[in-house]
């Protein structure tokens, strides 16, 4: 048992943190959100020759052999620059997916390019109806000829926009809400019968909304067993979860950073605002906040990974649940200390403050989360 | 990073559990099936088991007789404890003053002392606060004033946990006036039981049990010898060891107990034609507390590797203490409010009216309402985490 970083691990998250604070400052964010697109090609690319699309995966798909713990340190230094390039949907979720299930014909055409920083992936899971219910799934696949024909609508594709393919889930099998009749299959961003609708969010990033108009793929885009995507889903969606809270880690420390900096400098009744104990007490609860989100991320960047899906889950929700509860009593008071400002646009803090809320949305929010983690077998073990 | 146990630690684990399993008489496992609300005799019982095995000081080095282990090692070893609800030991000697002399104390204290707390043949007791020295600690006024080879006290002690049962007790006392108020306090050790002039009076609490006591001193004659550290120096110590308390104070394993017995309750209570623990609502209750605890018991796990790397407890102990005993207190309320209707018994109301296992419920739900103000309040921690981790200005 250890929970301090080792020596390379030491380095990523010096060199995240540099690269950052050099490369994509808050400022750079403030102008791409005013962009098209949102992100751009060139950073992918700097981000490429960093190592960083590669760093989690084994070393024969082209990786470095790290683990989720390695993305969580550069998803936190991403985190405090609101580096708005497509990291979660590209690497955690798509990356993730190719490299536990695809074929290696399929790896060698969809994640190679993507890590080279060619190319960028997203992974369309949502529809209108199914909120955070992985299962519920409208949208179909059905045989025809040698391939498949895709049609239905996934909403909320983070990089759904501008991904150049896009691993979507259908239902091969079964109805709307069974478990069984899932599939993966990855399609083309400019495939036929493929509309992309951009959907600028909360926090100046973008979503694609994605309607399938009998699109048609062929056999081999096919990722994994036929019908059986649902174990795969969850995991992907699990390594969302960890990722929102290693991102989120970034946003808090950030906020509570400035905050306590702002307390010692802004001065009312002539005297700094940071000596009044209401204040004071206030700024060292969301320390201890702080500490119980940055220990609960730790956490599930760990066990995200874990083979044992039960312990997976019960740390991951864990997590989440104290990135939703935990990051906005920080993400809330850190605007209430700020006072006035803290509610301009002109001041980074509300950028933080939506980006953590829409965090929060994503991957199951505080209520689904606690919600299944009192399904998993230990929760009825009193043990 | 690395959370996962090595053959090694899965084997320890193994060996931990079968002996307990092993070492805890009958009559103590079905208490702690039934109540977990042991009595002092049976906690000292399971102390000197505990001794005979090597395994009463699992924080103390290996030269003074404790286990040797690391942070692993301690976490298995407290989670086994949980797992089978052994008595949980008095912590003024092997947490508190234990520690601090192996730190402070002289040879000669440590030879005449520790071998003593660690076979739990002498118990302690924590003299801190006074009717006027609560938050504001520093303000004590227990006199010692020299006369040859020993100190005469005078004055009063207030929350004196454990002291109707100690054989010894620690106090904070003023050796001079001069100076700013914590230049003038030292740190004296007394016997208790045998020293004339001392009187112990205990209070009946909220929880309708004796916890704590005042205690007073009047011309007690005590020992130079039994100072520990220098004349007027026992501040910072008495901070040191406030750090090693707060890190134990969090209730932790205590919560991850009454977490259970909070879904054993649920399980025995019927509702309609089903259980409390069937209850969707009540189960996202639960589930909400067991999953703040699991980031909590994170927290302390890396606060003790930080600390086994030799880092003093600072402003994370503080942490630690508020959001463990605010959890602590949360699971109280909870397990209250599993019980329903029968939340209105008490440790005396006749089984036909109250469940055995559900006798002790109420009291402790009363004590622990104690919890986030011993070891200094919440609040206290609070101006502690502003002060010395934030460097918050003064008002």
């Known amino acids: 048992m250890n929970f301090d970083l080792n020596d390379e691990q030491q380095m990523i998250m010096d060199q995240a943190g540099k690269f950052v604070a050099n490369e994509s400052p808050v400022s750079r964010f403030r102008r791409l959100r005013e962009t098209e697109r949102g992100w751009e090609p060139e950073m992918w690319a700097k981000m490429a020759e960093q190592g960083w699309l590669a760093i989690s995966l084994p070393e024969e798909q082209g990786g470095f052999g790290g683990n989720f713990v390695d993305l969580a340190i550069i998803l936190e230094q991403l985190g405090r620059g609101l580096v708005p390039e497509p990291y979660i949907a590209s690497v955690v979720l798509a990356g993730g997916l190719l490299s536990e299930e695809a074929s290696e014909a399929q790896r060698e055409a969809f994640l190679t390019p993507m890590i080279e920083g060619k190319t960028t992936l997203a992974f369309a899971y949502a529809e209108p109806q199914s909120r955070y219910n992985a299962s519920d799934c409208l949208t179909t696949a059905s045989k025809s000829g040698d391939g498949w024909t895709l049609s239905g609508e996934k909403v909320w594709v983070l990089n759904g926009h501008a991904a150049d393919q896009i691993i979507v889930v259908a239902r091969t099998g079964g109805g709307q809400f069974d478990d069984a009749g899932l599939s993966l299959f990855v399609v083309e961003g400019d495939a036929k019968g493929l509309t992309r609708i951009c959907v600028p969010g909360m926090d100046g990033q973008r979503t694609g909304v994605l309607r399938f108009e009998a699109v048609e793929v062929g056999a081999d885009r096919l990722i994994g067993l036929e019908g059986d995507a649902l174990a795969a889903i969850e995991k992907a969606l699990d390594r969302g979860a960890a990722a929102a809270c290693a991102e989120g880690m970034g946003h808090i420390r950030e906020l509570f950073e400035r905050t306590v900096a702002y307390l010692k400098e802004r001065e009312q009744f002539g005297v700094p605002i940071g000596s009044f104990q209401v204040l004071q007490h206030i700024a060292s609860d969301m320390y201890a906040e702080l500490e119980l989100c940055s220990s609960a991320s730790i956490l599930a960047s760990i066990q995200v990974d874990n083979p044992d899906v039960e312990t997976r889950k019960a740390d991951v929700s864990s997590a989440k649940l104290q990135l939703a509860e935990g990051g906005w009593f920080v993400q809330k008071n850190a605007i209430q200390l700020f006072g006035g400002i803290g509610i301009t646009d002109e001041q980074d803090e509300g950028l933080f403050f939506k980006r953590l809320r829409v965090l929060n949305a994503l991957f199951g929010d505080a209520d689904w989360h606690v919600a299944r983690f009192q399904t998993l077998k230990g929760f009825d073990t009193a043990d | ?395």
Not at chain 2, 66 to 87: H, K, L, M, Y
Not at chain 2, 105 to 122: C, D, V, Y
């Open chain 2, 1 to 395: 990073m690395d959370l996962s146990y090595t053959p090694e630690q899965d084997q320890f684990r193994e060996e931990v559990r079968s002996w307990i399993g092993e070492a805890m008489p009958a009559e103590m496992k079905k208490h702690a099936e039934d109540a977990a609300n042991f009595e002092h005799s049976e906690v000292m019982e399971w102390h000197k088991i505990l001794y005979a095995k090597g395994w009463a000081a699992p924080n103390w080095p290996v030269e003074n007789g404790g286990t040797g282990w690391d942070v692993a090692q301690r976490s298995i070893f407290q989670s086994e404890c949980v797992r089978a609800n052994t008595p949980a030991l008095s912590p003024f000697g092997l947490n508190m003053v234990g520690p601090l002399m192996i730190q402070y104390g002289n040879e000669e204290q440590k030879a005449r002392f520790l071998p003593k707390i660690l076979a739990g043949e002498e118990i302690w007791c924590q003299g801190y606060s006074e009717p006027n020295a609560g938050s504001d600690l520093a303000n004590l006024q227990l006199r010692a004033e020299k006369d040859g080879d020993d100190y005469i006290l005078n004055g009063q002690k207030t929350w004196t946990t454990y002291a109707q049962y100690a054989d010894w007790i620690f106090v904070l006392c003023r050796t001079s006036k001069k100076g700013k108020k914590q230049e003038g306090i030292s740190f004296l050790l007394v016997d208790i039981r045998n020293t004339e002039g001392i009187e112990v009076k205990p209070f009946l609490t909220t929880g309708g049990t004796l916890a704590f006591s005042e205690t007073w001193f009047k011309d007690a004659r005590v020992p130079q010898a039994n100072r520990v550290g220098p004349e007027d120096g026992g501040w910072a110590m008495a901070k040191a060891l406030l750090g090693h308390e707060r890190t134990g104070i969090g209730g932790i394993a205590e919560s991850a107990r009454r977490l259970t017995q909070v879904k054993q309750v649920a399980q025995r209570t019927v509702v309609g034609n089903t259980t409390l623990f069937d209850d969707p609502e009540f189960r996202r209750r639960i589930a909400r507390k067991e999953m703040r605890l699991r980031a909590i018991e994170i927290f302390d796990l890396r606060a003790l590797a930080a600390a086994q790397l030799g880092h003093a407890p600072g402003a994370e102990s503080s942490v630690l203490k508020i959001v463990g005993t605010e959890l602590q207190q949360e699971v109280a309320e909870l397990i209250m409010d599993a019980m329903g209707h029968n939340a209105m018994g008490w440790l005396d109301s006749p089984e036909e009216a109250l469940p055995i296992h559900q006798q002790a419920i109420a009291s402790q739900f009363n004590y622990l309402r104690a919890a986030s103000i011993y070891g200094g309040s919440n609040e206290i921690q609070k101006n502690i985490i502003a002060k010395h981790l934030l460097r918050l200005p003064s008002a």
